[in-house]
Nanobody
Framework: QVQLVESGGGLVQAGGSLRLSCAAS????????MGWFRQAPGKEREFVAA????????YYGDSVKGRFTISRDNAENTVYLQMNSLKREDTAVYYC??????????????????WGQGTQVTVSS
């Protein structure tokens, strides 16, 4: 079992920055990949970013490349999402997820087996 708790969401103006955190517990954190997804009202859940178990490989959705950075601290059992140059279209509920069943880092929501409760990010113009 893995428990995930996100924090750091909020209201920010367009062009601003936020950093999301996701604290994990329950299994050895460095043994599984982590990802961030988001879901806006009326839209499907969208892949944002993922990071391998060691942190050596990162992956990004096209809409956030160059603006968002995923990182992890395996000593602190935490994964982060630094979001810069935020746009109104980044408004969504952001979820962190753990991919504990696979060796390779998943890029699809169905590849993740544990999810946090989500944190709201709202970008105003």
């Amino acid at each position: 079992q893995v428990q995930l708790v996100e924090s750091g969401g909020g209201l920010v103006q367009a062009g601003g920055s936020l950093r999301l955190s996701c604290a994990a517990s329950g299994r050895t954190f460095s043994s599984y990949a982590m990802g961030w997804f988001r879901q806006a009202p009326g839209k499907e859940r969208e892949f944002v970013a993922a990071i391998s178990r060691s942190g050596g490989s990162t992956y990004y959705g096209d809409s956030v490349k160059g603006r968002f950075t995923i990182s992890r601290d395996n000593a602190e059992n935490t994964v982060y999402l630094q979001m810069n140059s935020l746009k109104r279209e980044d408004t969504a509920v952001y979820y962190c997820a753990a991919d504990t069943a696979r060796v390779r880092t998943g890029l699809r929501s169905r590849e993740y087996d544990y999810w946090g409760q989500g944190t709201q990010v709202t970008v105003s113009s």
